[in-house]
């Protein structure tokens, strides 16, 4: 069920519009409604309040202004699967002088100095 503090994504006739966080959920006069206040993600943020019922505020299709609206929940994508590390240690190669060519670590704090 969506509540307080989720971002949706509002749809207008099938078009994702903007992203929106939900404020609060109060309830209306009428029974099943609720005023919905809704903070607008885009710029200049923009508060409104909209009335809906319990499915709109669940993703349910409703018009508002003889158009198509509905509210999609947006869930966190999971973490990427952490990729397997590779050997942290380097391995010295030797150079055309006669050198390792291992990586030489420089401390940028003793370079402040």
């Not at 949706?8 to 903007?18: A, G």
């Not at 409104?48 to 709109?56: E, P, Q």
């Not at 003889?66 to 869930?75: C, N």
Request: hydrophobic letters at 35%.
């Amino acid at each position: 069920m969506t509540g307080v503090n989720d971002i949706v994504l509002i749809h207008m006739e099938d078009q994702p519009l903007t992203f929106a966080r939900i404020e609060a959920i109060e309830p209306d006069a009428k029974p099943g409604w609720h005023h919905v206040k809704l903070l607008l993600l885009q710029l200049p943020l923009q508060p409104v309040i909209w009335i809906l019922r319990d499915a709109y505020i669940d993703g349910a299709e409703y018009t508002m202004g003889g158009k198509r609206m509905r509210l999609e929940r947006i869930e966190c994508p999971p973490d990427p699967e952490p990729e397997a590390e590779p050997d942290a240690t380097p391995t010295p190669t030797k150079t055309a002088s006669g050198d390792t060519g291992a990586p030489k670590v420089i401390s940028l704090a003793d370079r402040k100095r």
